[in-house]
């Protein structure tokens, strides 16, 4: 595999958000990989937790799947979910599969969070 297109996580943490960086492809295989960085975050109500997909090569239906779980646990928690950089081919995936609204802030409300229902 060639190593641009290997997935791997790298994390960063302040005191005001949490942050997800996505590098290489997320696929079926690097599902789990995703999940066991996020977990540690979910929870953490006290930060923004921040995806930032610049790096991302190619997502498939799980990799969306798990955006959408973590929208749909962020917003059960109401606490800030958001979704950053996303490269144009990726975006156009989002827009296919009508995720893309979900990703953005919630500015009527007054704060970055999306609603999921």
Known sequence: MNKQQSFHVDTQR???????????????SKVSDL?????T????TSRKLVLNLN????????????IVSVLKARDVLK????????????KRLFDLTGITPFLQPNESAG?????VY
Not at 55 to 65: E, P, R
Request: with cysteine.
């Open 41 to 44: 975050f979910i929870a953490d």
């Open 55 to 66: 790096g991302l090569q190619y997502i498939d239906s799980t990799g969306i799947g798990v």
């Open 35 to 39: 999940r066991c960085a996020l977990d």
């Open 79 to 90: 606490a800030p979910f958001e979704v950053q950089e996303i490269p144009p081919k990726i």
């Open 14 to 28: 302040t005191e005001h958000a949490n942050t997800v960086y996505l590098h290489g492809e997320l696929d079926l």
């Open 111 to 115: 704060k970055s969070q999306a609603r």
